[in-house]
C-alpha cells in the first residue's frame, strides 16, 4: 500500500489560473512533511516542512497547507517559472530516519 | 545555502563494469545521503555518508553494489559496481540544510545508462 499520494500526476495551468496539489499519506504518528520542487536536470530543492495539522507555511505564490490526512499546495496566479515537479516526503514515527516521498505532480503553467 | 557539485553529470557505461560518482559540498557537512531516482518511482535513499565511518545502508541496498566513500566533511563517492541495465537511473547526493536533516540540499544528479 502506498504511503505517500500525489495528486494529480500531471496538472496543466495557464498563466494566472490558481489550483491547488495533493499529498495524502497513510502513515501514523507524522514526525514531518516536506515539500520540494524539482526543476528538469536538477535535484529537488526544498520548499516547506509543516509538523501539526492545521500548520500553513508561504513563500511567494506557493502555500502549504496541513491536516491529518493531507497536504495541500495553493498556487496562486502561477507564473510559467512555476512549472516544475513539486515532490511532497513524509516522515514518521514507525521510521523517523528517513522519508518516504511520493511520486510528484508535475505541473506545467502556459504563459 | 550550501552548493552541491556531482561529477559526471551523465554517463552510458556497458553491462559488468563500475562507475564512481563524486559529489562535492561547498561547506563542512556532518552527513550526506545519496539516492536513486528511477523513472516512475519516487525518490529512494540508498545510503547514509558520516565522516569517519561506515555508511549505512536502506534495505535492498548493499555495500557490495554500492561502496561509498566519506574521506572528508565536504566530500563523498557512490560507486556503482558490475552495473546492469537496472542500474541505469538518476543518482543524487543531498547533504542538510541545517538541524533538520530532512531538510536537504541536492546536487544536479548523475544520470546513468547501463546498456
Known amino acids: 500500500e502506498d504511503q505517500v499520494t500525489q495528486s494529480p500526476e500531471a496538472l496543466r495551468l495557464q498563466e494566472g489560473e490558481s489550483s491547488s496539489l495533493n499529498c495524502s499519506y497513510t502513515?501514523?504518528?507524522?514526525?514531518?512533511l516536506f515539500w520540494y520542487r524539482q526543476d528538469p536536470g536538477k535535484g529537488p530543492e526544498f520548499l516547506f516542512t509543516?509538523?501539526?495539522?492545521?500548520e500553513e507555511k508561504e513563500k511567494e505564490r506557493l502555500k502549504a497547507t496541513l491536516t491529518k490526512k493531507e497536504s495541500f499546495l495553493h498556487i496562486t496566479a502561477p507564473k510559467p517559472e512555476d512549472s516544475a515537479t513539486y515532490l511532497c516526503?513524509?516522515?514518521?514515527?514507525?521510521?523517523?530516519?528517513?522519508?518516504?516521498w511520493g511520486l510528484g505532480t508535475s505541473l506545467a503553467v502556459n504563459p | 545555502s550550501a552548493v552541491i557539485s556531482q561529477k559526471p553529470s551523465r554517463d552510458i557505461c556497458q553491462r559488468g563494469t563500475s562507475l564512481t560518482i563524486q559529489c562535492q559540498v561547498d561547506?563542512?557537512?556532518?552527513?550526506m545521503f545519496w539516492y536513486r531516482q528511477q523513472p516512475g518511482q519516487s525518490l529512494t535513499l540508498i545510503a547514509t555518508?558520516?565522516?569517519?565511518?561506515?555508511?549505512?545502508?536502506e534495505s535492498g541496498f548493499v555495500i557490495d553494489k554500492f561502496p561509498i566513500s566519506r574521506p572528508n566533511l565536504t566530500f563523498s563517492t557512490l560507486t556503482v559496481s558490475n552495473m546492469s541495465p537496472e542500474d541505469s537511473s538518476i543518482y543524487l547526493c543531498?547533504?542538510?540544510?541545517?538541524?533538520?536533516?530532512?531538510?536537504?540540499?541536492f546536487g544536479p544528479g548523475t544520470r546513468l545508462t547501463v546498456l
Open positions: 502513515v501514523s504518528g507524522l514526525r514531518g
Open positions: 561547506s563542512q557537512v556532518t552527513m
Open positions: 555518508a558520516n565522516q569517519g565511518s561506515e555508511a549505512t545502508y
Open positions: 543531498s547533504a542538510p540544510r541545517g538541524s533538520s536533516y530532512n531538510e536537504q540540499f
Open positions: 509543516l509538523y501539526s495539522a492545521g
Open positions: 516526503a513524509v516522515l514518521w514515527a514507525g521510521n523517523n530516519r528517513k522519508l518516504i
